[in-house]
Protein backbone atom coordinates (compact mmCIF):
# COMPACT_ATOMS: atom_id res chain seq x y z
CA UNK A 1 0.00 0.00 0.00
CA UNK A 2 1.46 3.67 -1.15
CA UNK A 3 1.12 6.81 0.56
CA UNK A 4 2.73 10.06 -1.05
CA UNK A 5 4.04 13.11 0.33
CA UNK A 6 4.02 16.42 -1.96
CA UNK A 7 7.24 18.47 -0.99
CA UNK A 8 7.35 22.29 -1.23
CA UNK A 9 9.01 25.31 0.62
CA UNK A 10 6.03 26.85 2.64
CA UNK A 11 4.77 29.92 3.25
CA UNK A 12 4.02 32.61 6.07
CA UNK A 13 0.99 31.09 8.31
CA UNK A 14 -0.59 34.97 7.13
CA UNK A 15 0.47 38.23 5.29
CA UNK A 16 1.09 39.81 8.56
CA UNK A 17 4.83 41.24 9.19
CA UNK A 18 4.98 38.88 12.52
CA UNK A 19 4.53 35.53 10.49
CA UNK A 20 6.16 36.68 7.42
CA UNK A 21 9.38 37.58 9.34
CA UNK A 22 9.39 33.95 11.21
CA UNK A 23 9.03 32.63 7.75
CA UNK A 24 12.35 34.49 6.70
CA UNK A 25 13.92 33.74 9.34
CA UNK A 26 13.48 29.89 9.46
CA UNK A 27 14.20 29.84 5.88
CA UNK A 28 17.23 31.67 6.03
CA UNK A 29 18.54 30.29 9.05
CA UNK A 30 18.94 26.71 6.71
CA UNK A 31 22.60 25.89 6.58
CA UNK A 32 21.39 24.70 2.70
CA UNK A 33 20.45 28.41 2.12
CA UNK A 34 23.10 29.88 3.63
CA UNK A 35 26.37 28.88 3.88
CA UNK A 36 27.62 30.18 7.44
CA UNK A 37 28.51 29.09 10.69
CA UNK A 38 25.58 28.23 12.50
CA UNK A 39 25.29 31.22 15.10
CA UNK A 40 26.29 33.74 12.26
CA UNK A 41 23.65 32.50 9.89
CA UNK A 42 20.92 32.57 13.23
CA UNK A 43 22.16 36.34 13.74
CA UNK A 44 22.19 36.65 10.22
CA UNK A 45 18.85 35.83 8.89
CA UNK A 46 16.71 36.46 12.66
CA UNK A 47 17.86 39.17 13.85
CA UNK A 48 19.02 41.50 10.73
CA UNK A 49 17.40 40.00 7.90
CA UNK A 50 14.05 39.02 8.74
CA UNK A 51 13.31 42.39 10.92
CA UNK A 52 14.39 44.56 7.94
CA UNK A 53 12.10 42.59 5.28
CA UNK A 54 9.50 41.72 7.07
CA UNK A 55 7.38 44.76 6.65
CA UNK A 56 8.21 45.14 2.88
CA UNK A 57 7.59 41.84 1.68
CA UNK A 58 4.14 41.35 4.18
CA UNK A 59 3.03 44.17 1.77
CA UNK A 60 3.99 41.97 -1.09
CA UNK A 61 2.37 39.10 0.07
CA UNK A 62 -0.82 41.18 1.00
CA UNK A 63 -1.46 42.17 -2.72
CA UNK A 64 -1.27 38.21 -4.04
CA UNK A 65 -2.93 36.94 -0.82
CA UNK A 66 -6.10 34.40 -1.33
CA UNK A 67 -8.37 35.85 0.37
CA UNK A 68 -11.19 34.02 -0.23
CA UNK A 69 -9.43 30.74 0.78
CA UNK A 70 -7.50 32.13 3.79
CA UNK A 71 -4.13 31.22 2.59
CA UNK A 72 -0.91 32.08 0.08
CA UNK A 73 -2.11 30.29 -3.07
CA UNK A 74 1.37 27.90 -2.40
CA UNK A 75 -0.72 26.59 0.32
CA UNK A 76 -4.00 26.58 -1.75
CA UNK A 77 -2.42 24.60 -4.35
CA UNK A 78 -0.89 22.70 -2.09
CA UNK A 79 -4.05 21.25 -0.62
CA UNK A 80 -6.19 21.36 -3.94
CA UNK A 81 -3.07 19.21 -5.83
CA UNK A 82 -3.10 17.16 -2.89
CA UNK A 83 -7.01 16.62 -3.03
CA UNK A 84 -6.98 15.72 -7.05
CA UNK A 85 -4.05 13.40 -7.04
CA UNK A 86 -5.95 11.54 -4.34
CA UNK A 87 -9.13 11.42 -6.30
CA UNK A 88 -7.59 10.29 -9.16
CA UNK A 89 -4.68 7.79 -7.66
CA UNK A 90 -6.80 6.12 -5.02
CA UNK A 91 -4.07 6.52 -2.70
CA UNK A 92 -3.67 8.98 0.15
CA UNK A 93 -1.81 12.25 -0.13
CA UNK A 94 -0.70 14.46 2.18
CA UNK A 95 1.37 17.30 1.46
CA UNK A 96 4.35 19.00 3.65
CA UNK A 97 6.61 22.33 3.71
CA UNK A 98 10.03 22.60 4.58
CA UNK A 99 9.28 26.00 6.74
CA UNK A 100 5.89 26.32 7.76
CA UNK A 101 2.94 23.89 8.53
CA UNK A 102 2.72 21.48 7.68
CA UNK A 103 5.99 20.20 7.95
CA UNK A 104 7.32 16.93 6.92
CA UNK A 105 7.04 15.01 10.11
CA UNK A 106 3.62 15.90 10.99
CA UNK A 107 2.35 14.87 7.39
CA UNK A 108 3.72 11.81 7.54
CA UNK A 109 2.69 10.86 10.68
CA UNK A 110 -1.11 11.48 9.10
CA UNK A 111 -0.33 9.35 6.25
CA UNK A 112 1.14 6.45 8.62
CA UNK A 113 -2.28 7.22 10.98
CA UNK A 114 -4.55 6.83 7.17
CA UNK A 115 -2.60 4.09 6.08
CA UNK A 116 -1.55 1.58 9.34
CA UNK A 117 -0.57 -0.82 6.85
CA UNK A 118 1.72 1.26 4.09
CA UNK A 119 4.32 -0.49 2.31
CA UNK A 120 5.83 2.61 0.89
CA UNK A 121 6.40 6.38 0.95
CA UNK A 122 7.02 8.16 -2.48
CA UNK A 123 8.22 11.77 -1.57
CA UNK A 124 7.42 13.85 -5.04
CA UNK A 125 8.59 17.48 -4.47
CA UNK A 126 7.52 20.24 -6.51
CA UNK A 127 11.26 20.75 -7.40
CA UNK A 128 11.67 20.47 -11.02
CA UNK A 129 15.62 21.35 -10.72
CA UNK A 130 18.27 20.26 -8.43
CA UNK A 131 19.60 23.05 -6.11
CA UNK A 132 20.28 22.33 -2.23
CA UNK A 133 18.18 25.26 -1.22
CA UNK A 134 15.36 23.64 -2.62
CA UNK A 135 15.24 20.32 -3.56
CA UNK A 136 18.14 19.15 -1.54
CA UNK A 137 17.12 20.87 2.11
CA UNK A 138 13.13 19.61 1.40
CA UNK A 139 14.64 16.05 0.80
CA UNK A 140 16.56 16.40 3.42
CA UNK A 141 14.20 16.97 6.07
CA UNK A 142 12.07 14.26 4.80
CA UNK A 143 14.53 11.65 5.09
CA UNK A 144 15.63 12.53 8.61
CA UNK A 145 11.71 12.42 9.94
CA UNK A 146 11.55 9.11 8.07
CA UNK A 147 14.54 7.94 9.95
CA UNK A 148 13.89 8.93 13.31
CA UNK A 149 12.29 5.58 14.33
CA UNK A 150 12.32 2.56 12.85
CA UNK A 151 9.38 2.24 10.10
CA UNK A 152 7.93 -0.61 8.58
CA UNK A 153 7.37 0.44 5.11
CA UNK A 154 10.40 1.76 2.59
CA UNK A 155 10.70 5.15 1.11
CA UNK A 156 11.80 6.56 -2.65
CA UNK A 157 11.83 10.15 -3.31
CA UNK A 158 11.61 11.37 -6.88
CA UNK A 159 14.67 12.54 -8.64
CA UNK A 160 14.38 16.20 -10.54
CA UNK A 161 12.40 15.94 -13.42
CA UNK A 162 13.04 18.79 -15.69
CA UNK A 163 14.05 16.32 -18.32
CA UNK A 164 10.52 14.30 -17.80
CA UNK A 165 8.77 13.51 -20.62
CA UNK A 166 5.38 13.80 -18.23
CA UNK A 167 7.17 17.23 -16.79
CA UNK A 168 7.92 18.87 -20.41
CA UNK A 169 4.38 17.47 -21.80
CA UNK A 170 2.46 19.79 -19.13
CA UNK A 171 4.41 22.35 -18.73
CA UNK A 172 4.27 22.65 -22.67
CA UNK A 173 0.90 22.46 -22.37
CA UNK A 174 0.80 25.43 -20.37
CA UNK A 175 2.52 27.26 -22.36
CA UNK A 176 0.96 26.57 -25.61
CA UNK A 177 -1.90 28.74 -25.76
CA UNK A 178 0.31 31.95 -24.82
CA UNK A 179 2.66 31.09 -28.04
CA UNK A 180 -0.27 30.36 -30.73
CA UNK A 181 -0.88 34.14 -30.78
CA UNK A 182 2.28 36.73 -32.07
CA UNK A 183 4.63 37.26 -29.22
CA UNK A 184 8.08 38.64 -29.22
CA UNK A 185 10.35 36.60 -26.93
CA UNK A 186 9.56 33.70 -24.67
CA UNK A 187 11.40 33.99 -21.57
CA UNK A 188 11.76 31.37 -18.88
CA UNK A 189 12.21 32.91 -15.61
CA UNK A 190 14.36 30.63 -12.74
CA UNK A 191 14.94 31.63 -8.98
CA UNK A 192 18.89 32.89 -9.10
CA UNK A 193 20.90 31.01 -6.68
CA UNK A 194 25.10 31.63 -5.17
CA UNK A 195 27.23 31.23 -7.95
CA UNK A 196 29.00 28.90 -5.12
CA UNK A 197 26.67 26.70 -4.85
CA UNK A 198 26.28 26.71 -8.82
CA UNK A 199 29.99 25.52 -9.03
CA UNK A 200 29.54 22.74 -6.56
CA UNK A 201 26.92 21.45 -8.06
CA UNK A 202 27.98 22.08 -11.44
CA UNK A 203 31.18 20.28 -10.46
CA UNK A 204 29.20 16.57 -9.68
CA UNK A 205 27.75 16.59 -13.22
CA UNK A 206 24.53 17.11 -14.94
CA UNK A 207 22.05 15.48 -12.58
CA UNK A 208 22.94 18.26 -10.34
CA UNK A 209 23.69 21.21 -12.03
CA UNK A 210 20.88 23.95 -11.80
CA UNK A 211 22.12 25.92 -14.71
CA UNK A 212 22.19 23.23 -17.53
CA UNK A 213 18.47 21.60 -16.03
CA UNK A 214 16.90 25.59 -17.11
CA UNK A 215 18.37 25.42 -20.01
CA UNK A 216 17.39 22.04 -21.06
CA UNK A 217 13.55 22.53 -19.81
CA UNK A 218 13.57 25.18 -22.30
CA UNK A 219 14.71 23.42 -25.05
CA UNK A 220 12.57 20.83 -24.64
CA UNK A 221 9.36 23.06 -24.58
CA UNK A 222 10.33 24.75 -27.25
CA UNK A 223 11.39 21.40 -29.29
CA UNK A 224 7.86 20.06 -27.50
CA UNK A 225 5.90 22.99 -29.07
CA UNK A 226 8.27 23.16 -32.24
CA UNK A 227 8.89 27.19 -31.33
CA UNK A 228 11.29 29.25 -33.04
CA UNK A 229 14.90 28.65 -30.49
CA UNK A 230 16.07 32.74 -31.48
CA UNK A 231 12.90 34.12 -29.66
CA UNK A 232 13.71 31.75 -26.58
CA UNK A 233 15.41 33.52 -23.38
CA UNK A 234 15.98 32.94 -19.79
CA UNK A 235 16.91 34.87 -16.53
CA UNK A 236 17.00 34.46 -13.22
CA UNK A 237 14.66 36.38 -10.39
CA UNK A 238 15.06 37.26 -6.77
CA UNK A 239 19.22 37.64 -6.28
CA UNK A 240 19.85 39.14 -3.09
CA UNK A 241 23.81 39.69 -4.10
CA UNK A 242 25.87 40.54 -6.65
CA UNK A 243 27.65 37.20 -6.62
CA UNK A 244 24.47 35.33 -7.53
CA UNK A 245 23.46 33.76 -11.00
CA UNK A 246 22.44 36.56 -14.37
CA UNK A 247 21.29 37.78 -15.93
CA UNK A 248 18.75 39.25 -13.31
CA UNK A 249 15.11 39.37 -14.48
CA UNK A 250 14.61 42.79 -13.66
CA UNK A 251 17.59 43.53 -16.15
CA UNK A 252 16.12 41.49 -18.48
CA UNK A 253 12.48 42.90 -18.76
CA UNK A 254 14.29 46.53 -18.52
CA UNK A 255 16.33 46.06 -21.67
CA UNK A 256 13.87 44.07 -23.53
CA UNK A 257 11.25 46.61 -25.35
CA UNK A 258 14.33 49.16 -26.15
CA UNK A 259 15.55 45.94 -28.09
CA UNK A 260 11.80 45.62 -30.03
CA UNK A 261 10.61 42.94 -27.67
CA UNK A 262 7.57 44.51 -26.72
CA UNK A 263 4.86 41.63 -26.46
CA UNK A 264 7.00 38.65 -24.54
CA UNK A 265 5.61 35.70 -22.57
CA UNK A 266 7.53 34.83 -19.65
CA UNK A 267 6.93 31.51 -17.55
CA UNK A 268 8.33 30.19 -13.72
CA UNK A 269 9.26 27.10 -15.04
CA UNK A 270 11.15 26.47 -11.99
CA UNK A 271 7.98 26.73 -9.79
CA UNK A 272 4.89 24.03 -10.38
CA UNK A 273 3.16 26.16 -7.89
CA UNK A 274 2.44 29.49 -8.13
CA UNK A 275 3.87 31.97 -4.95
CA UNK A 276 5.23 35.06 -3.61
CA UNK A 277 8.35 34.68 -6.72
CA UNK A 278 5.73 34.16 -9.60
CA UNK A 279 2.97 36.45 -8.70
CA UNK A 280 4.64 39.15 -7.71
CA UNK A 281 8.11 39.28 -8.64
CA UNK A 282 6.47 38.63 -12.68
CA UNK A 283 3.08 39.57 -11.84
CA UNK A 284 2.88 42.30 -10.61
CA UNK A 285 7.04 44.06 -10.39
CA UNK A 286 8.09 42.82 -14.16
CA UNK A 287 4.76 43.63 -15.52
CA UNK A 288 5.48 47.23 -14.65
CA UNK A 289 8.93 47.78 -14.95
CA UNK A 290 8.36 46.28 -18.57
CA UNK A 291 5.69 48.81 -19.24
CA UNK A 292 7.43 51.73 -18.01
CA UNK A 293 9.90 51.01 -20.50
CA UNK A 294 7.91 50.67 -23.43
CA UNK A 295 6.57 47.29 -23.61
CA UNK A 296 2.92 46.42 -25.14
CA UNK A 297 1.83 43.55 -23.56
CA UNK A 298 3.65 40.95 -20.96
CA UNK A 299 1.65 37.39 -21.18
CA UNK A 300 2.37 35.60 -17.66
CA UNK A 301 1.88 31.68 -18.08
CA UNK A 302 0.34 30.64 -14.65
CA UNK A 303 2.08 27.59 -12.70
CA UNK A 304 0.91 24.19 -13.23
CA UNK A 305 -0.55 24.39 -9.73
CA UNK A 306 -3.46 21.50 -9.54
CA UNK A 307 -4.43 21.83 -13.29
CA UNK A 308 -5.90 18.16 -14.58
CA UNK A 309 -2.56 17.14 -17.24
CA UNK A 310 -0.28 18.21 -14.22
CA UNK A 311 -1.80 15.48 -11.50
CA UNK A 312 -2.00 12.78 -14.63
CA UNK A 313 2.28 14.16 -15.05
CA UNK A 314 3.04 13.80 -11.79
CA UNK A 315 0.99 9.92 -11.25
CA UNK A 316 2.97 8.93 -14.07
CA UNK A 317 5.92 10.36 -12.64
CA UNK A 318 5.67 8.20 -9.43
CA UNK A 319 4.73 4.80 -11.51
CA UNK A 320 8.07 5.61 -13.58
CA UNK A 321 10.96 3.24 -11.97
CA UNK A 322 13.59 4.62 -13.36
CA UNK A 323 12.22 8.59 -12.05
Known sequence: ??????????????????????????????????????????????????????SESAHHYQLIWDYDNQSSPLVYHAKNLSCKLEGKSRVAVEYAFRYGHPNAADAISKLERRLPGMTELVGMHLFPHFAQSSYQTAVDEALKCYRETPKPYSIRVIKPYYNHPEFIRALS?????FVEKPYD???????????????????????????????????????????????????????????????????????????????????????????????????VQATEIFKQKGGENLSFVPGLNSEDSWVDAIWNIINDPQA
Open 173 to 177: LQVKP
Open 1 to 54: MKGILILNTGSPESDQPKDVGQFIGDMLSDGKVLDLPAPFRQILARWIIAPRRR
Open 185 to 283: KLLFSYHSLPLSHLKREEARGKEFDYVFQTEETLRLVSEYLGLDKAKNTIAYSSAIAKNWKEPFLDDVIEQMPSKGDKNIVVACAGFPADNLESLFDIG
